[in-house]
């Protein structure tokens, strides 16, 4: 099994910054993506951005240039800095680990951008 703990969300105003952490514990293997996604109330869950353990990355087109996705494979951590925040990336964001055909989330953190 795969525990995530997340810590990182709040509530900011439009063009600040926040940085989302996410650690794994478990059973962990070298070969491993971990990411985020996030759902905004009456929307779908969708992609943020995913970084697999050789640091191949995918990110939304929404957040190309504005978020930046990093981990530490030793503390089998992944990070999200999230720059220029938008109210359109209002939303609960949940951390995403997958490894051996198996998928993982994360209890979810709020983020809110408001003014």
Known sequence: QVQL???GGGLVQPGES???????????????????????????RELVAIMTHSEDINYADSVKGRFTISRDNAKRAVYL?????KPDDTAVYYCYFAQLGSRHWGQGTQVTVSS
């Open 5 to 7: 703990v997340e810590s």
């Open 18 to 44: 926040l940085r989302l952490s996410c650690a794994a514990s478990g059973s962990i293997f070298t070969r491993n993506v971990m990411g985020w996604y996030r759902q905004a109330p009456g929307k779908q």
């Open 81 to 85: 800095q999230m720059n220029s925040l």
